[in-house]
Each structure stands twice: as structure tokens, then as C-alpha cells.
Nanobody, 115 residues
Framework: QVRIVESGGAKVQPGGSLKLSCVVS????????MGWYRQGPGTQRDWVAT????????RYLNSVKGRFTISRDVDANAVYLQMNSLKPDDTGVYYC????????WGQGTRVTVSS
């Protein structure tokens, strides 16, 4: 069974930066799109960003455009999310999955943006 492991979450002050990592146990095909999702306190899990594993094309939620950068490492079956200029609204548990999210969910990694 495919396993996803996310890491890199932490507590940071507003304006800070974090880089999240996600490693998938299965070989990801170039046709796959991978994404980051987040679930804020008391909210549903929402999509944040997508990267096409083949050509590296990206898409972003409007509220993170210009602040977040998604990338992938094809050889490592890994996906990353560089988050800059973090805001309190970015607080939540961040998950990685396919787009659409057809793989089993990992445990996520918690990001807290607070002074």
C-alpha cells in the first residue's frame, strides 16, 4: 500500500518561513499531479497547491500565490512546499496527496503561525 510521510511543520512567527517535505513510498509517474492540502482549526481540508510531476507545472490557491512555492524531486518521489511570509491564517495541518487525492492520507505535519 502507498504510504505518504509529511514533515517540516513547526511553530513560527508571522512573516516567517518553513519548508515542508513529503515522500511517497511508490514510484510516481510523470502523468501524476501532486498537491498540498491543509486543514485549519475546525475547518475542512482544502487544496493549497499542485505540481505536475512530469513537467513541473504549478497552480496555487489565490491566498498563497507569491508566498508559497511547490516543487518536486522526481528521483526521490518527493514533493516540497516552501512557505514564506507566513500568516496566522496559514495555521493548520498540512497534507500531501495526489490531485485528485486518491492515495491514503498520511499523518500530516502541523504548522502554527503565531506570535
Amino acid at each position: 500500500q502507498v504510504r505518504i510521510v509529511e514533515s517540516g511543520g513547526a511553530k513560527v512567527q508571522p512573516g516567517g518561513s518553513l519548508k515542508l517535505s513529503c515522500v511517497v513510498s511508490a514510484r510516481l509517474l510523470s502523468s501524476v499531479a501532486m498537491g498540498w492540502y491543509r486543514q485549519g482549526p475546525g475547518t475542512q481540508r482544502d487544496w493549497v497547491a499542485t505540481v505536475n510531476f512530469g513537467d513541473g507545472g504549478t497552480r496555487y490557491l489565490n491566498s498563497v500565490k507569491g508566498r508559497f512555492t511547490i516543487s518536486r524531486d522526481v528521483d526521490a518521489n518527493a514533493v516540497y512546499l516552501q512557505m514564506n511570509s507566513l500568516k496566522p491564517d496559514d495555521t493548520g495541518v498540512y497534507y500531501c496527496n495526489g490531485v485528485p487525492a486518491v492515495m491514503p492520507w498520511g499523518q500530516g505535519t502541523r504548522v502554527t503561525v503565531s506570535s
